[in-house]
């Protein structure tokens, strides 16, 4: 069965400081992956997504971004944080034919002071 | 642009209680919808889907309806327990290919 990996479940950073977010699927190949945010009083917002192996769409302009190393790995990054980069963050995956079904990470909530 | 919309933000309720969450969208030019739940701090888990197509999809004690023309949709939760405490967000598609278009979500409290 398709499992999904993210790490750390919680972080604490200054602001400036770098970020590195880790998220890994398992039983299954050629995903299509993403990366959301959850900020307080706002929705899930999709930040980037990634159909193949170093192919990133951007869904927002900010300060992160992301990158697929792997066919199953993809990471979210920041050369420097900002308060507002402070969230909930989620990556999930889906199949190629049916990108609306997706099944999500348990989260990494980032604290950004 | 697409708007998902999720009316009350917060509802609490006593255990037993039948509840109504309601779920709106601005574009009906819709593929399907969906609907999850979020325990505190963890990842979302998919309820109920419903394709454009269809006015309801049924598991368990927990019923979604969709009219697409209306831009509507609610999930009825019956004899609400505790254990349904948590936040559950709706979704919307405009295409299979598309990306998922979330709403606020309502969180819900069920008192025992």
């Known amino acids: 069965s398709q499992t999904i990996h993210q790490w750390p479940a919680t972080l604490v950073q200054p602001v400036g400081s770098p970020l590195s977010l880790e998220c890994t699927v398992e039983?299954?190949?050629?995903?299509?992956l993403y990366w959301y945010r959850q900020a307080a009083g706002r929705g899930l917002q999709l930040l980037f997504y990634?159909?193949?192996?170093?192919?990133i769409s951007s869904e927002v302009p900010q300060n992160l971004s992301a990158s697929r190393p792997q066919d199953r790995q993809f990471i979210l990054s920041s050369k420097k944080l900002l308060l507002s980069d402070s969230g909930f963050y989620l990556c999930?995956?889906?199949?190629?034919?049916?990108?609306?079904?997706?099944?999500f990470g348990a989260g990494t909530r980032l604290s950004v002071l | 642009k697409q708007e998902v919309t999720q009316i009350p933000a917060a509802l609490s309720v006593p255990e037993g209680e039948n509840l109504v969450l309601n779920c709106s969208f601005t574009?009906?030019?819709?593929?399907?919808l969906q609907w999850f739940r979020q325990d505190p701090g963890k990842g979302l888990t998919s309820l109920l889907l419903i394709q454009s197509s269809q006015r309801e999809q049924t598991s368990g004690r927990l019923n979604a309806s969709l009219d697409k023309s209306s831009g509507r949709s609610t999930l009825y939760i019956a004899a609400s327990q505790p254990g349904d405490s948590a936040t559950y967000l709706c979704?919307?598609?405009?295409?299979?290919?598309?990306?998922?278009?979330f709403g606020k979500g309502t969180k819900l409290s069920v008192k025992p």
């Open positions: 574009d009906s030019a819709i593929y399907n």
């Open positions: 039983g299954t190949s050629n995903p299509n």
């Open positions: 979704a919307v598609t405009r295409g299979s290919q598309g990306n998922l278009i």
């Open positions: 999930a995956w889906s199949g190629r034919i049916a990108k609306n079904i997706q099944y």
């Open positions: 990634s159909v193949g192996i170093g192919q």
